[in-house]
């Protein structure tokens, strides 16, 4: 019995010293973005089509999206030019999200937020995202963004952070407007857009600073 003991002991010591000299579980590689889908909460609904001329979908943002508000050299905090198509019969207006999943927070980053945008409009110019309103449709107003101003804000991930998504979406709703004070959130505005989304379009693209 003495000798049987020993042996399991023996065996359960070597079992522990083999599981201490395990290397330390590393990270996984996946790209936070791929493991957290921002509109995971959002309605399942159908897609429509969103185009730009200066971005492509899954590309690098160029200069004039980077954020020289937010110190990137060349920077310039221009909202791109949007133009969308394909929604819905029954749509009765849309609403603007720029949004970055990746950022270093626990909510994300909400980039450019644009409510109330009439069923007429089905696209913005260069640089619509400008403080004041004045390039946007009649009725239609900026939210504050995560820094605290209601305008287009470029991207900026910290430096050495690896790549941010920048997830642009129109959604086309059921109401020509959400009845949002000026003074509302993006995040506001995403719970009314959770209730009144009839179809969403989307464009993914990228962005890094080493």
Sequence with gaps: MNKILTTVLALAFVAGAAETAKPAVKPAK????????????????????LASTDLKEGQRLPDAQMSGLFGVA????????????????????????????DAPTISGFWHWAVADIPLATTSLPSNAGLPGDSLLPKGAFQLRNDAGSARFLGAAPPVGQGIHHYFIAVSALDVPTLGLSKDASPALLGFNLFQHTLA???????????
Excluded: N
Excluded at 78 to 101: C, H, N, Q
């Design 74 to 101: 060349g920077g310039k905090d221009v909202s791109p030019p949007l133009s969308w198509s394909g929604f819905p019969a029954e749509t009765k207006g849309f609403a603007i999200t720029v949004y970055d999943p």
């Design 200 to 210: 969403r379009a989307v464009l993914v693209v990228w962005a890094d600073r080493q």
């Design 30 to 49: 996946t790209h936070p973005s791929k493991l957290c889908d921002p509109f995971r909460h959002m309605p399942r609904v159908p897609a429509f089509q």
